[in-house]
């Protein structure tokens, strides 16, 4: 009897923590896309919603098509492309190339590097202190270095 009061209660307390979780990625979509000057269009937002869901995420673009589908969010792969690519100009995400042709997206814009795992295709983050550069060329003439990024490449 308790007990079932107490899964009753409990379950109301997720589905409430739950519903916060849903409403918070909305609202801080909408902010970004805002601040990036960007229009909030229907499938902006939606792909916005997808990718900035609070935890740092690196995401190809067929990973994010894939998502958009599970959540019944009706959009080619072309425009999920070109989506994260507006993203990426505007300064939301950051492209991480790893090979000719692949290429992930980081909701995570700031100063880092990446392990690349060979085999599982999976990246994740090096904070920018674990690297030390101790020489790097200057930039060639009239050019200004605008970043150094490092993939360090795991056999697995
Ligand atoms: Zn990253």
Partial sequence: ????????SLETQVARDMTMVS???YSQALDRLRASGLRPTRQRLALAR????GCDRHLSAEQLHTEALGSNIRVSLATVYNTLHQFTAAGLLREIVVDAGRSYFD?????HHHFFFEKSGKLTDIPAEMVGLTRIPEAPDGLKISRVEVIVRVEG
């Fill in 107 to 111: 909701t995570n814009v700031s100063d």
């Fill in 1 to 8: 009897m308790h007990l079932e009061r107490f899964k009753t």
């Fill in 23 to 25: 409403v918070r990625p």
């Fill in 50 to 53: 997808l990718l900035f869901d």
